[in-house]
């Protein structure tokens, strides 16, 4: 067979196909060479796990699909008959699904990859991860190859529901506690290290995230285990944000005949030299207030600091107490004392 291009002159059909295909072959590379410098140009900059996701799985199907296109776009200048046509052109649309179902599962690869780098406590959860993207782009696949060919999976996708079914009522709290973990390694309303307070009365240092549980180690050094469901839902305290910086007082309680002026001068005295406490932090300065002031029987004055994190605020709080009770001893000034 033989067609005529004006310019070019007699060719095979054949070799105008090749070199028709061997184009959007380059153009498919040239988008996919485009898009992976683009792409890691913006990763670079955001340094985000998204962007490192994007600019690993995007490049190389948007090149082919560059390819199927240009390719389903020439079939019209083919000499064929009309039947034949609409199947070229099923195929190719099939091609292009299930080029769409294998990016969403590069995707999501490479987002239980990126993610499991930068949340350790995430990769005990990518064999559940992978092994559910599995399952869901081979359905996929399934049935979009099944739609094509023409065969029903109606009565199979039937059974298959009503199994799901099953398994995920007798599973229900399993799957609460998965995907309650993994919102919370997401959202990061808690981090491994951080000292939290649950409600009603938990508290402690975050040792782990699982897909199942978290685990916190209390100030009495014992593990306490919380489902992932019910701190998902729980009200947290979380002490180590947005800084790990943590607001503490010492009160100090002086005899109602004491002289005002000289405990303030004191005090200030005293807290002007607390940088130099183990577990003080530098800002905001320790500052003394008359608060909460005329107490029956007393003169109630606070001192106020901030410690470098929640784990130093009890052995900040004794050695200011310490120099506090000294300082008043030597200045002849009464502490209350309680009937």
């Known amino acids: 067979m033989i067609v005529t291009f004006e310019g070019l002159g007699r060719v095979s059909l054949w070799s105008a196909l090749a070199v028709y295909a061997a184009l959007w072959a380059i153009a498919g590379l040239t988008v996919r060479a485009g898009l992976r410098r ?19 799985t995007v490049p190389r199907p948007a090149g082919i699909a560059v390819f199927l296109v240009g390719l389903a776009a020439g079939l019209r200048f083919l000499p064929i008959r009309e039947a034949r046509m609409l199947e070229l052109h099923k195929l190719v649309a099939l091609a292009l699904a299930v080029l769409v179902v294998v990016l969403l599962m590069r995707v999501a690869f490479r987002s239980i990859d990126a993610f499991g780098r930068s949340n350790p406590q995430l990769r005990s959860s990518s064999g559940i991860g992978r092994a559910a993207t599995w399952v869901v ?37 399993t799957f609460s506690n998965f995907f309650s973990g993994l919102s919370i390694i997401l959202d990061k309303p808690v981090r491994p290290g951080d000292f939290v307070r649950v409600e009603p009365s938990y508290e402690g240092f975050v040792e782990s995230i699982g897909w199942r549980s978290t685990h916190l180690r209390t100030l009495s050094h014992n593990l306490l285990i919380i489902p992932n469901a019910v701190l998902s839902k729980a009200v947290i305290t979380n002490y180590a944000l947005p ?43 320790p500052s003394v207030a008359l608060s909460p002031g005329f107490v029956d029987g007393a003169i109630a004055f606070t001192v106020a600091f901030y410690v470098q994190s929640f784990g130093d605020q009890a052995n900040a709080q004794h050695a200011i107490r310490m120099r506090i009770a000294a300082r008043l001893k030597r200045e002849g000034i009464s502490l209350r004392r309680n009937v």
């Open 137 to 173: 782009g081979l359905a996929l696949v399934a049935v979009l190859m099944s739609d094509a060919i023409g065969v029903s999976l109606a009565p199979a996708l039937t059974a298959l529901g009503v199994g799901s079914l099953a398994v995920a009522l007798a599973l229900q709290d």
């Open 243 to 285: 800084t790990v910086i943590v607001a503490s007082t010492v009160r100090v309680d002086v005899t109602a005949d004491s002289d005002v002026d000289k405990v303030e001068t004191a005090l200030s005295d005293e807290a002007a030299r607390l940088l130099d406490v183990p577990g003080v932090a530098e800002a905001p300065k």
């Open 38 to 56: 683009s792409l890691a140009r913006i990763a670079a900059s955001r340094q985000t796990e998204l962007s490192e996701v994007f600019a690993a």
